[in-house]
């Protein structure tokens, strides 16, 4: 299982487009074994996908007040993953199956260009 935490400060509000993107992104992403977490969230973006059933439908516990945060629950999510006691915050729904190797956590900021690899 990886990871990759969307920094969304510079994120004021989203339009039908954005949210349509961001549930795409997620699916996708999850599909091939990579988790997203959003972190420090503001109150209208949180607004939007409160609105659009985004928080329902990928979980409250992927969205987090800060980096930090974000990524201390995914450690602990690829702990649970590699046999770790299973954590209050978590589902069923969330063990991975077949983890060897933990990998990375990867942080974006949106605005800043993606490494390419």
Not at 53 to 67: A, E, N, T, Y
């Amino acid at each position: 299982m990886r990871y990759i935490v969307i920094e969304c400060t510079a994120v004021i509000s989203l339009d039908s487009t954005a949210i349509h993107m961001i549930e795409g992104l997620q699916r996708e992403f999850k599909e091939r074994g990579i988790r997203v977490a959003f972190a420090t969230v503001g109150n209208r973006m949180d607004k939007d996908l409160r609105r659009a059933g985004l928080i329902d439908k990928i979980g409250s516990r992927w969205f987090h007040p800060s980096v930090h945060s974000a990524v201390k629950f995914c450690t602990s999510h690829r702990a649970l993953a590699n046999g770790a006691a299973l954590e209050e915050c978590l589902t069923e729904e969330d063990l991975p199956s077949g983890i060897t190797t933990p990998p990375p956590c990867i942080v974006l900021f949106p605005g800043v260009h993606a490494p390419h690899w």
